[in-house]
């Protein structure tokens, strides 16, 4: 077992989390920024709650949805999945707590995209999935990359959640941030440093290079202004 499993079972799921939320957290928040009916406050507070739970609660809420004691957990036992104390385990629960990063940054995204734009491509007869794909998306890219760094880092970051439905089987679920954990309880401290260590350098890369391109992206587009 590589001394370093922690890192990339933690890289690897959070990037799997992360393309997941990509989609799913844009379609979403493009749904959410246009629809204007009844029930759009308890929506976008449910697409939000896991940012304001405890994660050991998210992490108790997933047991009861995939643990195979109830009902959706038996119904996979019944196809011989098991999703509980699994590498998929993991990404389920980064992928949970992601969400409403990527979600609301996008639909603060959205929410600033001219409406007129919009409304000159309907009348041109563009069809609403080349909106969505060709001038929504290109207009809203700035927030929904910094949505997707941040989704990205909290996937990275995730420990409650993971260790209720993933636990911390070496090699398999154990991430960065539960190997900090159970070396901290070991009384290994020089071990948690070198984790903590270790994340606190991928996390600052990330936010410094996200900064780095916004800020790119904000010169290209006042240049282009000034043309």
């Not at 997933?62 to 509980?84: A, D, E, T, V």
């Not at 949505?147 to 993933?166: D, P, Y």
């Not at 996200?210 to 790119?216: C, L, M, Q, R, T």
């Amino acid at each position: 077992m590589s001394e370093y499993s922690p890192l990339w079972i933690s890289i690897k799921t959070s990037i799997t989390a992360t393309f997941i939320v990509f989609f799913i957290g844009i379609a979403v928040a493009w749904f959410m920024a246009s629809y204007k009916g009844r029930v759009k406050g308890l929506l976008d507070g449910i697409f939000t709650l896991p940012m304001v739970l405890p994660p050991t609660v998210v992490g108790f809420i997933l047991l009861l949805i995939i643990g195979k004691n109830y009902p959706i957990g038996k119904i996979l036992s019944g196809f011989g999945i098991n999703l509980i104390f699994t590498w998929f385990a993991t990404v389920i629960a980064a992928t949970v707590v992601a969400f409403p990063l990527m979600y609301r940054t996008c639909v603060g995204a959205f929410s600033q995209i001219d409406v007129n734009v919009i409304n000159a491509a309907r009348t041109l007869g563009v069809s609403e999935w080349k909106i969505f794909w060709k001038v929504a998306v290109p207009l809203a890219w700035p927030g929904i990359a910094a949505g997707t760094v941040l989704a990205f880092a909290r996937a990275l970051g995730e420990f409650g959640a993971t260790i209720m439905v993933a636990g911390s089987i070496p090699g398999e679920t154990q991430t960065i941030p539960i190997a900090i954990y159970f070396a901290v309880v070991a009384g290994e401290t020089g071990n948690a440093i070198k984790w903590v260590v270790l994340i606190f350098i991928i996390s600052l890369t990330i936010m410094v290079a996200s900064d780095k391109w916004a800020e790119k992206q904000m010169f290209l587009v006042s240049s282009a202004r000034r043309k």
